[in-house]
């Protein structure tokens, strides 16, 4: 092909393209053909710079793989994941020295380098895995306690307040938020709210930026959440191996979808001797269903399969997760998420045993209030990349951050919003957490003043 230059220059496709050249190709077939005023070359040029723009504020990230360094758009890298993922070799992401070790998921045919879990505050700012501080969300309470970090096999091991099995007759279930305003009380052990939270957090649905709208679906969003599980170990076993999210349900593959679950499920049959086995639900909740002596739990991908709550559950879940039904019900867009342990009756049918109810934006962005509401919805339409801060086990009288805004410049940006209720026990956290992080910004949206303040974002 003829450049603008007046030279040759022939160019022919890899035999297994990066992913820019993906992208850059992708964008070239949108545009109109090459004519004498647009060469191939340009167009290849100014998507180049295009891309560039984009990622300006992040640095490219480089691996060692076997001995080997690799840039993240070296064309070898996808091989050496692959074998790395086939040897079980951990990558190092160079971004800082030491290294910080990395692994590889399996994602259909893909393989993708993944960050060790709750090891994003080791990585450079500027790096793709870092993440902010943990205590600046209610995370950091729980390290060292509810989580446990093993250095050596990088595996988050979980001590949980709920039990993942039951002896003897079934006692009513409960709201799985802990109802101590204790955080010391809160701090040793997760709640069902903040396991779900932890899950989200680490399969990196609380971050956001405006170029992937359209884009989170349930397929990602499930695979993403059983990675992260497979990361974490409860009473020594993968989380995974009790974790069930719905596989995107299609009528032309009922059968198969359905003989997977019932293999799933068979872990948590009933036996004849022991105590009952439990497994952990986390689905999005599509209606619930009033029934003789309770309701039914109906969630999206689980057609056919209702789980049951007694007449006493559901007047608790009621008043416990009022504002999460609540800010579902005000807006037609958003998701409610339920996480709830369950087991199967000796008549095949599926309990739940306790549950807690989070309620997402249309994008999948945690929130816990109108105002946090219209915060994630203006950080949607920007493209700077946001972090959604989560409380975790925090209790709701306790300040955390609403957002990050990392890449941020000249410096970081935290942001708050403070609700109406506030008192100055509230304002006084607040402003010791702000000086704790002198490195960063901060905005802060007091709700009972006043309408939200302009986000200094593009």
């Known amino acids: 092909m003829k450049s603008c230059a007046g030279s040759l220059t022939w160019w022919s496709p890899p035999s297994q393209p990066s992913a820019k050249l993906l992208i850059i190709s992708t964008v070239i077939a949108s545009h109109r053909p090459a004519t004498a005023d647009t060469c191939a070359d340009c167009r290849i040029n100014a998507v180049r710079r295009k891309l560039r723009r984009r990622t300006r504020r992040t640095r490219m990230r480089r691996f060692e793989i076997a001995g080997a360094v690799l840039n993240e758009d070296d064309l070898a890298l996808s091989a050496a994941i692959a074998a790395a993922y086939r040897d079980r070799i951990r990558p190092i ?56 970090l093993d250095p050596e096999s990088g595996m988050a091991a979980l001590r949980l307040e709920f039990s993942l099995t039951r002896t003897g007759s079934r006692a009513a279930p409960t709201p799985g938020v802990s109802e101590s305003t204790s955080v010391k009380s809160e701090a040793r052990r997760l709640s069902l709210r903040a396991l779900l939270h932890l899950l989200w957090n680490e399969a990196g649905l609380t971050k956001w930026t405006s170029a992937w709208t359209g884009k989170r679906h349930w397929w990602n969003i499930r695979w993403h959440l059983i990675e992260a599980a ?47 086995k439990l497994m952990v639900l986390v689905g999005e909740v599509k209606e619930f269903q009033a029934a003789r002596g309770g309701h039914r739990l109906v969630v999206k991908h689980l057609p056919g399969f209702p789980l049951l709550l007694d007449d006493r559950a559901w007047v608790r879940v009621q008043a416990r997760f009022k504002a999460e039904l609540a800010l579902w019900a005000a807006n037609d867009a958003s998701h409610l998420i339920a996480v709830a342990t369950f087991g199967l009756s000796a008549a095949g049918l599926a309990i739940v045993e306790e549950i807690a109810l989070i309620v997402v934006a249309e994008n999948w962005i945690p929130y816990e209030s109108a105002q946090e509401l219209r915060l994630v919805e203006a950080l949607a339409k920007t493209r ?75």
């Open 93 to 148: 992401c160079l971004c800082r020295q030491p290294g910080i070790p990395m692994y590889v998921a399996a994602m259909g045919e893909q393989h993708v380098i993944k960050r060790m879990p709750l090891s994003g505050g080791q990585h450079d700012p500027d790096c793709d895995s870092y993440e902010p501080p943990v205590d600046l969300s209610g995370l950091g309470a729980l390290m060292g306690s509810a989580i446990r």
């Open 230 to 276: 497979k990361t974490m170990l409860v009473k020594g076993a993968p989380l995974s191996e009790v974790l069930l999210v719905p596989e995107p349900f299609r009528a032309e593959n009922k059968d198969a979808i359905e003989q997977r679950r019932a293999t799933a499920l068979s872990v948590i049959r009933p036996q004849q001797t022991g105590p009952r």
């Open 384 to 458: 700077e990349q946001s972090i959604k801060g989560l409380r975790f086990a925090s209790p709701a009288d306790q300040p955390i951050v609403a957002a990050l805004l990392l890449q941020h410049r000249p410096r970081p940006l935290a942001l708050f919003v403070v609700p109406a209720s506030a008192d100055d026990a509230y304002q006084d956290a607040l402003d010791e957490m702000i000086a704790s992080r002198p490195e960063m910004d901060s905005w802060i949206w007091h709700a009972g003043r006043g309408e939200m303040p302009a986000l200094p974002v593009r």
